[in-house]
């Protein structure tokens, strides 16, 4: 198969008119879209705009639950647990947003060797993490591309005490389709990347030199991927760049041109927002209580005991290498009592990932609300699977308590699965599930 051709699929003439039009609604038209997203069939870029000319509490209101009465149709009450592993803070390119800007004389430069790669593996493992984000900076050191590689082997390759990484997922510059292909070989779970903002301008006032300055190669990066196989891919935007309403028809624009080309669109859509950074744009990250506010809107991963620099787990006194400032410090083990605490079940599944059913075969069951038949009994059986090896006495007693309402509330056919997996993590067996 020949390299897709290079199309830019953002048209901005058209994100502008839907803007203008729908710039005014009423309540009923409000309520009419509210009702057509609960049916879980998706919404045109209209109704979107519609949603977001909402002002008025009361709707505001309508709008939040209705969020989160469709991430609970299809993922039930699951909220999945990763935690960033950045090996590299080198780049070639000058951002003006971020501290890894190649002229950010105050950023302390390292790449991670494989040895010590694998051993914030470990320490990530020791807190109980299976889901790892490789982060990279743009550039490589001198082996170049292979370097990435050679990590994703290395975390693979740690076990530790009572654990391991199950699923890799890799946040690095864009690739060429021969590059894709190498990086599919590793056994990837997601392949993630920001276009960081969609609007043209924007994005050249930001994008000051180096490679990243290059729109085009950048938005069609999911393109090269998915023609190399990768069929699980992660999009999103860094707010505070363009207009929010904007970006986020842009990327409805990009998923509809990826469902249109390759008949399925990205698994994950992220939304990172300007950070404190040394030597950077200063503006705001989430709070613990702002992260608990997004669980109830449609959030159903998030990042947990976070460092951003290399070597941050285990070198944690360390941040003048960091990419942004972090406004959540909470260890995992407090995440996770605190998501239970609220009645959601913190997940460590890769079920997914490990049975194949990534790409078209997840979006199949996601769309109609069917993959939460897996996901509630999987995430129950790796929070107990946590408790056990991982969890603090508090933590225990917060998960066992949440683990028995959790059981008690399913119905019956999903209980009965749930119960018999949760039975045996605690009689002993490890990575179990549907």
Known sequence: MSEVEETVPIDETAIADTLQRCRHTDAARVRDVLAKARTLVGLDSGEMASLMAVSDPELLGELFNAARDVKNAIYGRRLVMFAPLYVSNLCGNECTYCAFRARNAELDRRALTQEEIAREARMLIDQGHKRVLLVAGESYPREGFSYVLKSIDTIYSVTHDKGEVRRINVNVAPLTLEEFRALKDRKIGTYQLFQETYHRGTYASVHLAGKKRDYDWRVTAMDRAMQAGIDDVGIGVLFGLADWRFELLAMMQHIRHLEARFGVGPHTLSVPRLAPATGSIMSTRESAHIRRETFALGVSQISAGSRTNPGGYAESERDDASQFCLGDHRSLD?????????????????????????????????????????????ALATFVEYLIDYGSAETKAV???????????????ARHLAAKMVERVRAGSRDVYC
């Not at 605190?338 to 079940?345: E, K, Q």
């Open 399 to 413: 998960g066992e308590a949440s683990v028995d309402s959790i059981l008690a509330s399913m119905e019956p056919t």
């Open 334 to 378: 407090e995440v996770i009592r605190d998501v239970a605490a609220l009645g959601y079940i913190p997940s460590f599944c890769t079920a997914c990932y490990r049975l194949g059913r990534t790409g078209r075969d997840f979006m199949d069951l996601a769309k109609p609300g069917d993959i939460k038949e897996h996901c509630d009994p999987n």
